[in-house]
């Protein structure tokens, strides 16, 4: 059974930083690329950053790029997302999420497999 297993999350000032880790297990991720999304109370999960198989490639939403850096250690089947220069706004809970493709990779619906989520709460 493929699952994926967030952690890291927590309640950081506004300016700090925190490191969020995704360990996948059941089977190799390593032929996927490999994404954070994040919901926030009241609203919808919007896409954060995502990166490929091999981690040449990275892609980020507007709101964390230049904040939040994403990459992977296939050798240990686990994904990270440095998220810097924290503000309220980031608060939300954040999923990690694995895509056979590349083409969607901004979608929910582009990814197959998902993690159950890690809260993050960025206080003022």
């Known amino acids: 059974q493929a699952q994926l297993v967030e952690s890291g999350g927590g309640l950081v000032q506004a300016g700090g930083s925190l490191r969020l880790s995704c360990a996948a297990s059941?089977?190799?991720?390593?032929?996927?690329?490999m994404g954070w999304f994040r919901q926030a109370p009241g609203k919808e999960r919007e896409f954060v950053a995502a990166?490929?198989?091999?981690?040449?490639?990275?892609f980020y939403a507007d709101s964390v790029k230049g904040r939040f850096t994403i990459s992977r250690d296939n050798a240990e089947n686990t994904v990270y997302l440095q998220m810097n220069s924290l503000v309220p706004e980031d608060t939300a809970v954040y999923y990690c999420?694995?895509?056979?493709?590349?083409?969607?990779?901004?979608?929910?619906?582009?990814?197959?497999?998902w993690g159950q989520g890690a809260q993050v709460t960025v206080s003022s």
């Open positions: 990166i490929t198989w091999s981690g040449g490639s990275t």
């Open positions: 999420a694995a895509a056979r493709g590349w083409a969607e990779i901004i979608e929910i619906r582009g990814y197959d497999y």
């Open positions: 059941g089977r190799t991720f390593r032929p996927y690329a």
